[in-house]
């Protein structure tokens, strides 16, 4: 229950400052995208804003043994840089160039029941549910890759 | 209050709430792997904040709304073929790269992750390169 009251008020909070910001419309974030037309800066900011609090708030993390709510900290652990991260960010990036939706944004503009909003969201679904139905099997394959 | 004003509070907020995810519970902030961990095959065992913070997520802007009477909320850049593809290719890429905007472009970069940072120079460089050729070349 603890967990479900906290993650509740942290998503609220972040598609807040979402809306807030205007990563939430698409039409700011592809101007965000265009330098060479009338460029939009101001999404920059949001970018500044949300690294510099959570840089801060990342190093308060670092000096405690645990976190205030549970039990351990979950940090990345992965460090490569290959193929697959790179190939995958590329692709990521022609979907958002394209719609002007990564999935924050999408899922945060899901109440305004837009037809295409709701079909871009159905569409990432499928296609985070294909890449890890693929996926899945060949680290089973390869346990000592894991 | 100017644009970018805006877009620098709304970012603090953002911040607010990705750091308060590890200060709290100990969790990175990356909206396409909290999504993706509650989805098959095998979903995550940890589903009650995920579904809370996607819940939130959905909820945060009509809390704007009631504030200060607009959502902020835009309409879709594409028709409805259009946004089925930009969709597949965004869930599907960040499923292959580990991460969006959110879990490389702000949590990974403010832990000075090299890998986050290739992730997101990749996926800023290419949604350039597409918006340049959609909108000012063909």
Request: proline share 5%.
């Amino acid at each position: 229950m603890k967990d479900l009251i906290l993650g509740l008020l942290l998503g609220g909070l972040f598609g807040f400052g979402l809306a807030l910001s205007g990563m939430t419309d698409p039409a700011v974030v592809l101007g965000f995208l265009d330098p060479l037309g009338a460029w939009n800066q101001a999404l920059a900011f949001v970018m500044a804003g949300a690294l510099a609090v959570t840089f801060l708030l990342y190093r308060l993390a670092r000096v405690r043994p645990a976190p205030l709510a549970a039990a351990s900290f979950h940090w990345p652990t992965a460090t490569v840089v290959d193929a697959r991260l790179i190939g995958g960010a590329a692709l990521f990036g022609v979907g958002w160039g394209l719609a002007g939706y990564c999935p924050g944004p999408a899922l945060a503009s899901l109440s305004a029941s837009h037809g295409g909003t709701l079909v871009f969201v159905c569409a990432m679904l499928a296609g985070m549910v294909i890449v890890r139905a693929i996926s899945q099997p060949r680290a089973n394959l390869h346990p000592a890759v894991r | 209050m100017e644009a970018w004003l805006w877009a620098a509070v709304g970012g603090a907020l953002i911040g607010l709430s990705a750091g308060l995810l590890m200060v709290l519970l100990g969790r990175t902030a990356g909206i396409s792997g909290i999504l993706g961990s509650l989805l098959p095959p095998q979903p995550a065992g940890d589903w009650l904040w995920r579904a809370g913070f996607l819940a939130g997520l959905v909820l945060g802007p009509l809390v704007l709304l009631l504030v200060r009477g607009q959502s902020g909320i835009g309409k879709p850049a594409l028709g409805l073929a259009g946004m089925a593809v930009a969709g597949l290719l965004v869930g599907a890429g960040t499923a292959l790269g580990s991460g969006c905007t959110s879990g490389h472009g702000v949590c990974g970069l403010a832990r000075l992750s090299p890998r986050s940072l290739a992730a997101t120079a990749t996926f800023m460089g290419v949604a350039l390169v597409v918006v340049a050729l959609m909108r000012h070349v063909f």
